[in-house]
């Protein structure tokens, strides 16, 4: 679909082609994996494949929504007022969700809405399609009726419809870094305290390969869960012997000296997990500054490694998508991303060996798990914005 197509395609549906174009990206973590809930540092950047919407007011109350990606639906329509829940919305549910957050946070939509939404991030590939449509829609309607909403705050009423809308317990993150994106740059944050840096990501000879183990992530929510309480369990024992508010709080020199005040050998490495990845990610920021790449990915395939042994939230697709990945020549590291079980991993390579490097790792795993992984190369893109020439955007 090409951007002429966009446009043919928003006039079909509407029957007519008064719109305005947005865009917001999805995102991958580039390291510090399962440190929010600990108190530590995630560092995501937004990349280039997002959710594109063409998007007009309407003078009646009638709100119109298409998707390209899930045309089976057809279109969905509601009323302004009529913004509950609904199953039968499906998709649609995310940005009526952020309709009725804006509403409720004092914001005037006096309006109904046409909006085509056309989706390039995979489906089911964990780089945060629902944060990416709820943003985008955040923008459109800031933009359509001439609001000014602080971003921060934007990003907050996405995970609101994230916790209270749709039901589902996610951190920030995901909206922190498809609102908050730069081009170019990767996002140390804090997701306690909302504090926030950027750092540049120089990848002129270089870019990131992401590697879709094609695997649904169904152990990750139970998993995840079990070990929130696992490190909970770990802080709980180590106050018995130095004051701390989180595991992320410690360095790790002291995690050294008090460690075996954790008796459980397994909730031992649990927290070695948090406090390393933790010390790892502000060695990682610092990495990006100096422009040191190599040091980056090295930092990778160390989180790759406490994410396998440490914290034991890989599994055998991603194991083996990123050990096929290191032994490749040209790559500088590679780790998984997300919640783990599943998913994706990425890859930090040089952009000349790409297409042999997708063909030896795409072989590797075929062979080792029987179907295929799927590979993308994404550049780090900005945030959630309008665009305001059709060649801006990338299908």
């Known amino acids: 679909m090409n951007s002429k197509g966009l446009v043919e395609k928003f006039k079909e549906i509407f029957g007519h082609d008064q719109h305005r174009l947005f865009f917001a990206p999805g995102r ?25 919407a063409l998007a007009a007011k309407r003078k009646d109350t009638k709100i119109r929504m298409y ?14 007022e009529e913004l509950d829940f609904n199953n039968r919305h499906q998709w649609a549910n995310y940005p009526k969700g952020i309709i009725r957050y804006l509403k409720a946070a004092g914001y005037e939509i006096e309006h109904g809405l046409d909006v085509l939404y056309f989706g390039t991030i995979p489906n089911g590939a964990g780089l945060s399609s629902s944060a990416s449509i709820e943003m ?33 317990n996610s951190g920030i993150m995901d909206q922190f870094a498809v609102g908050m994106g730069k081009k170019n740059a990767a996002v140390l944050l804090n997701c306690e305290t909302l ?24 152990l990750a929510e139970s998993k995840y869960n079990e070990r929130r309480r696992e490190c909970e369990a770990a802080l709980e024992e180590l106050r018995k012997s130095i004051n701390v508010n989180e595991l992320c709080s410690l360095s790790i020199d002291q995690f050294e000296q008090y460690k075996d005040t954790i008796k459980d050998e397994v909730i031992r490495k649990r927290a070695r997990h948090a406090v390393y990845e933790n010390s790892r990610t502000l060695q990682a920021m ?11 990915g090295r930092l990778m395939d160390e989180s790759h490694t406490s994410l ?18 290191q032994k490749q020549d040209g790559v500088l590291g590679a780790r998984m991303t997300g919640a783990g079980f599943g998913g994706c991993a990425i ?49």
Not at 67 to 80: C, K, P, Q, R
Not at 286 to 296: D, H, K, V
């Open 136 to 168: 985008v829609t955040g923008v459109l309607l800031e933009k359509l009726f001439s609001h000014s909403i602080d971003r921060i705050e934007l990003v907050k009423l996405g995970q609101r419809v994230e916790n209270e809308f749709i039901g589902v």
């Open 195 to 218: 504090d926030y840096e950027y750092a540049p990501i120089e990848l002129v000879d270089h870019g990131i390969l992401i590697m879709n183990t094609n695997k649904r992530r169904e």
């Open 67 to 80: 998707s390209l990606n899930f045309e089976e639906a057809g279109v969905i329509d509601f009323d302004i």
């Open 347 to 395: 890859a930090l390579v040089e952009k000349s060996k790409i297409p042999e490097i997708i063909e030896s790792v795409g072989k590797v795993y075929s062979e080792g798990m029987g179907y295929h992984a799927s590979f993308y190369e994404v550049n780090v893109g900005d945030g959630a914005k309008e665009l305001l020439e059709l060649d801006e955007v990338i299908v």
């Open 308 to 325: 396998k042994e440490d914290y034991e939230v890989t599994g055998k697709e991603l194991d083996l998508l990123v050990a096929a990945a």
């Open 28 to 52: 991958i973590n580039l390291i510090g994996e399962h440190t929010d809930y600990n108190g530590g540092y995630v560092f995501p950047c937004a990349i280039t494949k997002g959710t594109y």
């Open 286 to 296: 610092s990495a990006l500054n100096q422009g040191n790449l190599p040091e980056f």
